[in-house]
């Protein structure tokens, strides 16, 4: 049993961002401005203790997710993305609710892939139509991190031949696209389609 399990969910987020605020590293802070220049609300604090807090915290369900991205930082936005992976089995149409609530909201590559791949991962197969409809919606949306989150969904599917035409069908939809990150989903799209 988790040290955490007898905290409420605002206990639990105070706890988060405790531990953050005391494993804050500028090195880390810079590397990740460096490298998601998006990013908002930054702490610092490096992928390997995340992965920790994800894990120790696994158990916080829905609301300890949402509590997170509500929060708002960078780091608790990428927790809430990964304990949002921890809960999607438990109610997947939950998951693709929350999910949905939280793809407006994206401000950098890294939360978004992470939404996508991990917090979504465990139910891909499972709700692939309703994935595929909330891509074709995604796609036109004008704000660039959900039209990249629309490709970055359908990477869960590119082994699967059936799949495929609808994928090129995306990628043909924002192939001209000029954001920047957006292109560079459809070049990571386009690679995994030819693995």
């Keep these: 049993m988790s040290q955490t399990s007898g905290l409420n969910v605002s206990q639990r987020a105070a706890s988060i ?3 953050l605020m005391a494993r804050a590293d500028p090195a880390a802070k810079a590397a990740f401005q460096k490298f998601i220049p998006t990013s908002q609300d930054v702490y610092g604090v490096r992928v390997p ?5 994800a894990k120790e915290f696994s158990d916080g369900g829905f609301e300890l997710a949402e ?7 960078f780091e608790e936005r990428l927790l809430a993305a990964k304990l949002l992976g921890s809960s999607c089995k438990k109610d997947p149409d939950r998951a693709v609710a929350v999910a949905k609530k939280f793809a407006s909201e994206i401000s950098d590559w890294a939360v978004c892939d992470t939404l996508a791949m991990q917090g979504l991962r465990g139910i ?4 692939q139509d309703e994935l595929f409809a909330w891509s074709t919606k995604l796609v036109k949306s004008k704000n660039p991190w959900e039209r990249r989150l629309a490709l970055v969904l359908l990477t869960h599917f590119v082994k699967d031949n059936d799949a ?8 043909a939809q924002l192939g001209g696209d000029k954001e920047y990150y957006v292109k560079k ?3 990571w799209l386009q690679r ?4």
Excluded: M, Y
Excluded at 49 to 53: D, E, G, K, P, R
Excluded at 67 to 73: D, F, P, R
């Design 124 to 127: 891909a197969f499972k709700k």
């Design 49 to 53: 203790l995340l992965n920790q807090l």
């Design 17 to 19: 961002k405790q531990a």
């Design 192 to 195: 995994d389609l030819k693995k």
């Design 164 to 171: 495929r035409p609808q994928i090129n069908e995306t990628l």
């Design 67 to 73: 509590a997170l991205w509500k929060a708002g930082s």
């Design 185 to 187: 989903a459809v070049q």
